[in-house]
C-alpha cells in the first residue's frame, strides 16, 4: 500500500507541560498542505480551542472495565479487598439485613482486572463496561480533527489515545491527506507513549529553564527507546538564550535535529484569547520564528515522504 | 495536613507554588515534606535542591513462566484483561509493559506454573533542603504507568505537621492517585483560555472525589475576570494571586525559588498559608458540623 507507507505522522510533545505544544500544533495546522488533525491530550484537551471545531461525529468511548459489587449478595468476608492490589475496594458500601455494611469498588482506583470477581465465592461481583469518556471528529478550517474528552478522573487514557489515532489513520487513508500532526499530552508515561509509538518524527517543544531541560532529556530518552527520532524547538528561547544554546547543543549530541526557536512573544497568549493559531495572526517574532520552524520540517521531512512516492 | 498542588493544564506553576510553599511553612517553624509526585517530569528537587539522604527502586511484580510446569492450558492467557500473556503451542509469552501486576494469572494457573517477579519501574529518592524533608518519585523512561511510583513516593513521606504534595498534570489516573487521601487541593491556574478550560476539568474531578479545593491564580496580571468570574459563580475561593512579573520568570530560569531570589514576594506565600490553613479548618469545622 504506497499511500499508507508515505503517511507522515509527527507528534508534538514536550516532557514538561506548558511549554507551548498547542500553540506550535495549531499554527502548523494552519501552515501545512491539507493535513488530519487529531489531539491526543485527551484529558485536557485545548487544540480545539483555537481551531474552532464544527462536530460531525460524537461517540462514546468505553475504556474498560469495572467491578461492581452487588450489595445484596454480598457477605463481607474481605476476600475481594484482600486480593486487590490497587487498593479499589473499601468497607464502605450499604448494609443487606445480613452484615451492617458492604464491601463497596472505589471505580477511580480500579483497573477492572477481574481479579475480585474471580475470588470471590458469593458471586457478588461483576465486571461492567465504564463509560469513560468520548470521542469526535470535526471539521476545521484546516482539516478533520479527532479529538476526545476523557471523563474526569477517568484511566485508560492510552487506549483513547490509541483510538483517537486510529480515526486519523481512517480519515487519512480515506481523504487521501498524508501528514497527521498530533498535539501530545505532556509527561511521558501510558498517553505519552500512545501518542509516540510508530510515529514518523517527534517535535519536542521545550522551554530554556531548569525543568525544561531535565524534561527534554528524558523526552529524547523516551523517543530513543521507541526508536522515532526526535527535532527539537526551544521556546521562549529569549528567557535564557545561553541555556538555550547548551540545550540545543545538548540535543543534537543526542542524535536530535534543531528545527528552530522561537522567542518570547506576548502575541501568543493574545492568539490564544481570540481563540485562533497564532499565525493566523501573522505578526510578531513568535509568528515568523514558526513559519521558519515549519519551512524547516517540511524540508526535512519532504525527504521523507518523497522517498516513498 | 495533606496539600495536594495540581492542575489540569502543564506548565501553570505548580512546582513554583508548592515548593515556595514548603519553604515558607518551613520558615513559620513547621515540619514540611514535599513530595514530588510528577513522577513523569518530577523537577522540585531542581529548585529545592536537596541533599540526597536515601534512594529506594521501585518495582512491580509480573509473572515469569516455568516452562517444566507449564500445560499450555491458556488459563492465564484468557484471564488476563490486559492483553500481557499470550499462550502458544510450544510456549507461553508474557509481555511484562502490557502487565498491570494483577495477580490475576498466578492465582488462575491450574499447575502452579507462574511466580511473580518484581519488574524495576522507578525510583524514590529522600533527601534534605534545609528544613524541608523531600521525596521524589521518577518514573523510569519507557514505563507507562505512574501510579505505583507516586504511591511508593507518598508512603515514603515522613510523618510532618504539613505534606506538600506535587502533583502531574492533567486528570486522569495520576492526577487522581496523587490527590485522592488529601486534606485539602490548591488547583494552580493561568488567566488564560486553556487554564481556565483545564481549570474547569480539574475542579470537576475535586468534586467527584469529594475533595476540598481553592485555586491559586499564577501570572494574575493584568487580571484575570473570566478566571475570578468563573470562581464566584462556582463559590470556588482564590487563595493567591501570583503577579505575571518577568523577575519571576527570570528567577525561575535559574532554578530559584520566589522566596529566595525576590523577599518582598514572601508575604504572599504567608498570605497563602493563612488562608489554606482558615480554608482546611473551616471545612473541618463545617463537616464536623453536618455529623453532629
Known amino acids: 500500500m504506497p499511500e499508507a507507507a508515505a503517511l507522515f505522522e509527527l507528534v508534538v510533545l514536550s516532557g514538561k507541560g506548558g511549554t507551548g505544544k498547542t500553540c506550535v500544533t495549531a499554527s502548523l495546522a494552519a501552515l501545512a498542505h491539507e493535513p488530519v488533525l487529531a489531539d491526543c491530550d485527551v484529558d485536557a484537551s485545548n487544540l480545539p480551542l483555537v481551531l474552532n471545531p464544527q462536530p460531525q461525529r460524537r461517540e462514546s468511548f468505553t475504556g474498560g472495565l469495572r467491578a461492581h459489587i452487588q450489595s445484596d449478595r454480598c457477605s463481607a468476608c474481605g476476600k475481594c479487598q484482600e486480593v486487590c492490589r490497587f487498593a479499589a475496594i473499601a468497607l464502605d458500601g450499604p448494609g443487606n439485613g445480613c452484615v451492617p455494611r458492604t464491601y463497596r469498588v472505589d471505580t477511580a482506583a480500579c483497573e477492572g482486572c477481574g481479579v475480585c470477581e474471580y475470588c470471590c465465592a458469593g458471586h457478588a461481583i461483576d465486571l461492567r463496561p465504564a463509560d469513560s469518556g468520548e470521542w469526535f471528529v470535526s471539521d476545521t478550517r484546516y482539516g478533520p480533527l479527532v479529538h476526545a474528552g476523557l471523563h474526569p478522573g477517568e484511566g485508560n487514557s492510552g487506549k483513547l489515545v490509541m483510538l483517537v489515532r486510529e480515526q486519523a489513520r481512517q480519515i487519512a487513508a480515506a481523504t487521501g491527506r498524508r501528514l497527521i500532526l498530533m498535539d501530545g499530552p505532556p509527561g511521558i508515561g501510558c498517553p505519552v507513549i500512545a501518542s509516540l509509538t510508530g510515529a514518523t518524527r517527534m517535535l519536542v517543544i521545550t522551554e530554556p529553564t531548569p525543568s525544561g531541560e531535565h524534561d527534554l532529556e528524558r523526552m529524547l530518552a523516551l523517543g530513543r527507546h521507541f526508536g522515532v527520532p526526535a527535532w527539537v524547538c526551544v521556546n521562549k528561547h529569549d528567557l535564557n538564550p545561553a541555556m538555550a544554546t547548551h540545550m540545543e547543543r545538548h540535543a543534537v549530541e543526542r542524535g536530535a535535529t534543531v528545527v528552530g526557536r522561537i522567542p518570547y512573544d506576548p502575541e501568543v497568549t493574545a492568539a490564544q484569547r481570540q481563540g485562533r493559531p497564532l499565525v493566523e495572526m501573522n505578526r510578531g517574532p513568535a509568528a515568523t520564528a514558526i513559519a521558519g520552524l515549519w519551512q524547516r520540517i517540511r524540508a526535512e521531512g519532504s525527504v521523507l515522504i518523497n522517498v516513498n512516492d | ?292
Open chain 2, 1 to 292: 495536613m495533606r496539600i495536594a498542588v495540581a492542575s489540569g493544564k502543564g506548565g501553570t506553576g505548580k512546582t513554583t507554588v508548592a515548593a515556595n510553599l514548603a519553604v515558607t511553612l518551613a520558615r513559620h517553624g513547621q515540619t514540611v515534606a514535599y513530595v514530588d509526585c510528577d513522577v513523569e517530569a518530577p523537577n522540585g528537587h531542581l529548585f529545592l535542591k536537596p541533599i540526597p539522604v536515601g534512594e529506594v527502586g521501585v518495582s512491580r511484580l509480573v509473572p515469569r513462566v516455568n516452562p517444566g510446569q507449564c500445560l499450555r492450558c491458556g488459563a492465564c492467557a484468557r484471564f488476563c484483561r490486559f492483553n500481557a500473556i499470550v499462550c502458544l503451542t510450544d510456549r507461553t509469552l508474557v509481555y511484562d509493559e502490557l502487565c498491570h501486576s494483577c495477580g490475576g494469572c498466578v492465582r488462575v494457573c491450574p499447575s502452579e506454573a507462574l511466580t511473580e517477579v518484581p519488574h524495576p519501574m522507578g525510583v524514590v529518592k529522600t533527601g534534605v533542603a534545609g528544613a524541608v524533608r523531600c521525596v521524589s518519585g521518577t518514573l523510569d523512561v519507557g514505563e507507562s504507568t505512574s501510579p505505583p511510583v507516586i504511591r511508593a513516593a507518598k508512603q515514603a513521606a515522613p510523618p510532618a505537621s504539613w505534606v506538600i504534595l506535587d502533583a502531574p498534570p492533567g486528570t486522569a489516573c495520576p492526577m487522581v492517585e496523587t490527590v485522592r487521601d488529601c486534606d485539602y487541593v490548591l488547583l494552580v491556574t493561568e488567566p488564560t483560555p486553556f487554564g481556565l478550560h483545564d481549570l474547569r476539568l480539574a475542579a470537576e474531578v475535586m468534586r467527584t472525589l469529594h475533595l476540598n479545593f481553592g485555586v491559586v491564580v499564577n501570572r494574575a496580571d493584568p487580571g484575570a475576570p473570566e478566571t475570578r468570574a468563573w470562581c464566584e459563580q462556582g463559590r470556588v475561593p482564590i487563595l493567591a494571586e501570583i503577579p505575571d512579573s518577568a523577575a519571576i520568570a527570570r528567577a525561575y530560569a535559574q532554578g530559584r525559588l520566589i522566596v529566595e531570589a525576590l523577599p518582598g514576594l514572601e508575604p504572599l506565600f504567608d498570605q497563602l498559608i493563612a488562608r489554606l490553613g482558615a480554608e482546611v479548618h473551616r471545612e473541618i469545622r463545617e463537616e464536623g458540623g453536618v455529623l453532629a
